[in-house]
C-alpha cells in the first residue's frame, strides 16, 4: 500500500498501521484515508490481530494534518465533489476508530497536527515523546479544529480545550497529558523496543476480549512509563480559565486585552493572526461540542466544513501558509468585530438531506 502513503504490517497479534509520506511529513490524503478503513475493517474481523497501532515514518513527524495543499488544489481546479469526499470519509474513519472493537495504540513520536490528530486521539491509547508536537492550528488558515475536535477539545480540564482551539497553541508531551490528549508518555528511543514487547506478547492467553487484551496492553505501556514533567498549562491554567470562560468571543479579547499579562500579551497576539471568522465559528463549534456525542459532533462539523469550503477564509489561508508562504493573509473580516453573528449561525445551517453526513 506504499504507493498511497501507507503501509500496513502484521507483527505477531499486532496489527501495525504506518503513514509513509515522511517528505510531507505524512500528511493524509483521501486514498490513506480509505486504505486505512478498508485494512481497519480487515482486521476487525481476523482474530489473529489482537491490537493495533499507528504511526509515522520518518524522525520528523506522526501526522502533520490533512493535505491541505491538495484540498487547495481541488478548490482551484472546481473539483467540489474532492471536497465533499474528503472530509465525508476522514470523519467515518474518525469515529470507526472510537468505537473499533480492539485497541488501538497511537504512538505520537513527532509532529501531531489536525488530521494526525483525528487518527489517534479516537483511539484507546495516545503514547507521546520528547519529539511530540501537538496542535491544532486550523484557525490560522480559516478553518476550525475538526475531526472532532468540537468533541474531545471542551473535555479537556477547565478551558484548556477552548484556549487551543482557538489559538492553535502548541504542546509539548506534559501537555498532551495534562489535557488527557495523551494516556502515556514514553521516551522516543523505547519505542522501537515498546514495539517488539507488544509484538512478542501473547494476547491471546486470557483470551481476546477487549478489556482483557487492554489491561495486558496497559501493563506493557506502564513499563515503558517516562515522566514528562510539569505541564506548562498547568502554570497558565488559572489565566486560560478565566478568559476562556467568557460569554462570547469579543469578551475573551476584552479580557486579554484588559489584563495586561505576559500570557495575555501573548495570547492576544495569536488570535489577531487567526481568521476571525474561523475564531467565531470555532468559540460556537466548542460551547456547542460540550453537548454532542462524537457521532452528532462530527456530523455538525461536516455541515461546517462544507460551508466553510465556500468561503473566502480557507483557501486564502492555505494560499498564505502552505502556496505562497508569505504568511499574511488578507481574511475577508478585520477583525472580530465586524463578524456577523447570523454569518456564523449560517455555518451551522443543516445542508440539504442528501449531503448530511451518515454514520
Not at 505520537?108 to 496542535?135: N, P, Q, W
Not at 480559516?142 to 497553541?169: H, I, K, N, S, W
Request: proline share 5%.
Amino acid at each position: 500500500m506504499n504507493d498511497v502513503g501507507v503501509e500496513f504490517v502484521v507483527n505477531g497479534a499486532v496489527g501495525e498501521i504506518h503513514l509513509n509520506r515522511p517528505k510531507a511529513l505524512n500528511a493524509l490524503t483521501l486514498p490513506m484515508v480509505d486504505a486505512i478503513h478498508h485494512q481497519m475493517r480487515l482486521w476487525e474481523h481476523d482474530d489473529a490481530i489482537a491490537v493495533l497501532t499507528i504511526e509515522g515514518v520518518g524522525e520528523k513527524a506522526f501526522c502533520a494534518g490533512g493535505d491541505i495543499r491538495g484540498l487547495y488544489d481541488a478548490r482551484m481546479q472546481n473539483k467540489p465533489e474532492l471536497l465533499d469526499a474528503f472530509y465525508r470519509r476522514e470523519y467515518r474513519l474518525n469515529h470507526y476508530m472510537s468505537v473499533y472493537p480492539k485497541p488501538c495504540i497511537a504512538l505520537l513520536d513527532g509532529i501531531t497536527m489536525g488530521g494526525g490528530v483525528g487518527v489517534s486521539v479516537h483511539g484507546r491509547y495516545r503514547v507521546v515523546t520528547e519529539k511530540t508536537m501537538f496542535a491544532m492550528p486550523e484557525t490560522g488558515i480559516g478553518f476550525f479544529p475538526d475531526v472532532g475536535g468540537g468533541y474531545f477539545l471542551p473535555r479537556c480540564p477547565g478551558e484548556t480545550g477552548m484556549y487551543l482551539g482557538l489559538t492553535g497553541a502548541r504542546l509539548a508531551a506534559a501537555d498532551c497529558l495534562y489535557t488527557g490528549i495523551a494516556t502515556h508518555g514514553a521516551q522516543s528511543t523505547d519505542i522501537p523496543s515498546l514495539k517488539k514487547v507488544l509484538a512478542t506478547a501473547d494476547f491471546h492467553a486470557d483470551g481476546t476480549e477487549y478489556e482483557a487484551v487492554c489491561q495486558q496492553v496497559e501493563k506493557i505501556l506502564a513499563a515503558y512509563f517516562h515522566d514528562h514533567g510539569q505541564a506548562d498549562l498547568e502554570n497558565v491554567r488559572p489565566e486560560i480559565d478565566a478568559v476562556f470562560s467568557a460569554e462570547t468571543l469579543i469578551d475573551v479579547f476584552r479580557k486579554l486585552e484588559e489584563s495586561g499579562s505576559e500570557f495575555s500579551v501573548k495570547t492576544l497576539k495569536m488570535l489577531k493572526s487567526k481568521s476571525p471568522m474561523a475564531l467565531a465559528v470555532t468559540f460556537k463549534q466548542i460551547r456547542h461540542g460540550a453537548k454532542l456525542d462524537l457521532t452528532e459532533d462530527l456530523k455538525m462539523e461536516f455541515r461546517l466544513s462544507q460551508h466553510m469550503v465556500e468561503k473566502p477564509d480557507l483557501f486564502e489561508g492555505v494560499r498564505a501558509v502552505i502556496v505562497d508562504k508569505d504568511h499574511e493573509p488578507h481574511w475577508a473580516q478585520g477583525d472580530v468585530g465586524q463578524v456577523d453573528p447570523r454569518d456564523v449561525d449560517a455555518f451551522f445551517a443543516p445542508l440539504p438531506a442528501a449531503k448530511e453526513l451518515t454514520i
